[in-house]
């Protein structure tokens, strides 16, 4: 858990990226997140109930709800810490290849579970900062739906 070699080949393979509780708010953390995601050229999911689309994409109310020919590389969670073990068995049915825990996002039930199944995971720890502190360059992927 919370390797930094496997976060980096996380991050420099990932082409799509779902953002669990990503908010609609431009000022709330997880929508400039995904923001700065979408800017360094990934593809997002955003996972939030309460909202049909964000920042121009579909947004869905579960992981089990995207649908299954969409390509879920990462998971990264801005839920509170009693709530990430559903998205965890989500994320586990679904087979992502890593899961990000954001800061002040703890789980270790959940993190033993997932890196059980094979998944990595970073916990207690950004995306953003992760990403911005290793140089990885901007994404150029087409679509992350796979034919």
Same mark, same amino acid.
């Given at each position: 858990?919370?390797? /930094?070699?496997?976060?980096?080949?996380?991050?420099?393979?990932?082409?799509?990226?779902?953002?669990? #509780?990503?908010?609609?708010?431009?000022?709330?953390?997880?929508?400039?997140?995904?923001?700065?995601?979408?800017?360094?050229?990934?593809?997002?999911?955003?996972?939030?109930?309460?909202?049909?689309?964000?920042? #121009?994409?579909?947004?869905?109310?579960?992981?089990?709800?995207?649908?299954?020919?969409?390509?879920?590389?990462?998971?990264?969670?801005?839920? /509170?810490?009693?709530?990430?073990?559903?998205?965890?068995?989500?994320?586990?049915?679904?087979?992502?290849?890593?899961?990000?825990?954001?800061?002040?996002?703890?789980?270790?039930?959940?993190?033993?579970?997932?890196?059980?199944?094979?998944?990595?995971?970073?916990?207690?720890?950004?995306?953003?900062?992760?990403?911005?502190?290793?140089?990885?360059?901007?994404?150029?992927? #087409?679509?992350?739906?796979?034919?």
């Amino acid at each position: 858990m919370n390797d /930094r070699e496997e976060i980096r080949t996380a991050l420099e393979t990932a082409r799509t990226i779902a953002i669990v #509780g990503c908010s609609p708010k431009p000022e709330r953390p997880s929508n400039a997140i995904a923001r700065y995601l979408m800017e360094q050229g990934y593809q997002i999911v955003p996972v939030n109930p309460g909202h049909r689309a964000i920042l #121009g994409e579909t947004c869905y109310r579960s992981l089990s709800e995207i649908p299954g020919d969409v390509r879920l590389d990462i998971v990264d969670v801005f839920r /509170r810490s009693d709530q990430v073990a559903p998205v965890a068995d989500e994320a586990i049915a679904r087979g992502v290849k890593f899961f990000f825990m954001q800061q002040g996002v703890v789980d270790p039930g959940s993190a033993r579970r997932l890196e059980e199944a094979g998944i990595p995971v970073a916990m207690d720890r950004c995306i953003l900062v992760e990403h911005a502190s290793r140089g990885i360059p901007r994404r150029n992927f #087409g679509p992350s739906v796979e034919r």
